[in-house]
């Protein structure tokens, strides 16, 4: 009987083990960086999804469900539902990141990394140093992207664009002239303040931030005769390096056919 019991024990143990930690991410960007650092070891859950602003989204209960699993929910520290989540879920450990600034900025996003990379080397110990081999390998692929990509060519670019975005294109080298919010903070004596700055300042470029409203810059650039454009400060449907390589291919272009 004892023989049985422990026989039962190591294959249900096997079975978590082939599967993976569940790990529950608030963003798809923790999400992502929590598969490139845990691999297969782990099982990300993430809850919002990558298209939609993770400050207003109704955390509904499908999503508790989901990670009802899980042995740890990680978070930016931002997302307002957070204390809901904790309430209706007691029994797992909700850790917070805390890492200021934007993520799709490289050194943000590494430091961010490394974080993350400490709460699961504390969590699951035994693949601490899988963990950690992970991180520089992950380290050393975004490292590599940055230094592929001419910045030079953006440098003092003029450019309009979403509140949130701005950390980003200033990193590139664009010169941020203006910045504004959701669509629906924008007055009519707000929005024309913008195209006469858009016109007056030289700007380039309009950049909108997917998250946040992908059409709430485009006003600006139809009045003033200048490039649209929609970045996004999530990955959507792969990991943070690819969705660097793409946003930073989508800037080029679009300057390129300017």
């Not at 380039?204 to 600006?220: F, K, M, T, Y």
Request: proline share 5%; glycine share 6%.
């Amino acid at each position: 009987m004892v023989r049985i019991l422990l026989l039962s024990l190591l294959i249900i143990s096997c079975v978590q083990k082939e599967e993976g930690y569940p790990v529950g991410a608030t963003t798809s960007m923790i999400g992502s960086i929590v598969k490139s650092i845990g691999k297969d070891r782990v099982e990300a859950i993430t809850i919002v999804p990558a298209g939609m602003c993770p400050g207003h989204f109704d955390l509904k209960p499908k999503e508790i469900d989901r990670l009802s699993h899980a042995k740890i929910i990680l978070n930016h520290g931002f997302e307002g539902w957070l204390k809901k989540l904790a309430l209706a879920l007691p029994e797992v450990r909700i850790e917070t990141v805390g890492v200021k600034g934007s993520w799709m900025v490289p050194e943000i996003h590494l430091r961010a990394a490394e974080v993350i990379t400490r709460i699961l080397s504390l969590s699951f110990p035994e693949d601490s140093a899988l963990f950690q081999s992970n991180l520089r390998s992950y380290r050393a692929r975004i490292d590599s992207i940055v230094k592929q990509f001419d910045r030079s060519k953006f440098k003092g670019v003029k450019v309009i664009c979403a509140r949130y975005q701005a950390p980003f294109l200033s990193w590139v080298g664009f010169d941020v002239v203006a910045t504004y919010g959701r669509p629906e903070d924008l007055s009519p004596k707000e929005l024309a303040r913008l195209i006469d700055l858009a016109r007056g300042s030289g700007a380039r470029l309009v950049v909108d931030n997917l998250q946040s409203g992908p059409d709430a810059g485009r006003p600006i650039a139809e009045a003033a005769s200048i490039n649209h454009l929609v970045l996004t400060n999530f990955p959507i449907d792969q990991s943070y390096p690819q969705t660097l390589i793409e946003n930073m291919k989508r800037l080029d272009e679009c300057l390129s056919h300017h």
